[in-house]
């Protein structure tokens, strides 16, 4: 079975480096990573606690919020469109 993955150019070169520092050729290495993952009944998803906040800046990047933001809404939104 072949099976390709595209991945960041960052993540490609990270996995090499663990590869080489192990002296095995990338396929073995992520082989062997296969390999160590449990299978899927002993997998649990991790859930968030309650009491545990949300990183900051999960978004950063992904869109700009215009700079009237902040500016009052029109009272009536027919008043926004063209006649």
Do not use: W
């Not at 993540?11 to 992520?30: D, H, N, T, V």
């Not at 990183?55 to 933001?69: K, N, Q, S, V």
């Amino acid at each position: 079975m072949t099976l390709t993955i595209e991945l960041k150019p960052e993540m490609e070169a990270k996995i090499q480096r663990s590869a080489e520092q192990r002296g095995m050729p990338i396929q073995e290495y992520i082989q062997r990573l296969i390999e160590t993952v449990p299978a899927e009944e002993e997998i649990s998803p991790r859930l968030p606690s309650e009491n545990t906040l949300r990183p900051f800046g999960l978004c950063a990047g992904e869109f700009t919020i215009p700079d009237d933001f902040d500016a009052p809404l029109p009272d009536d939104k027919h008043e926004t469109e063209p006649e």
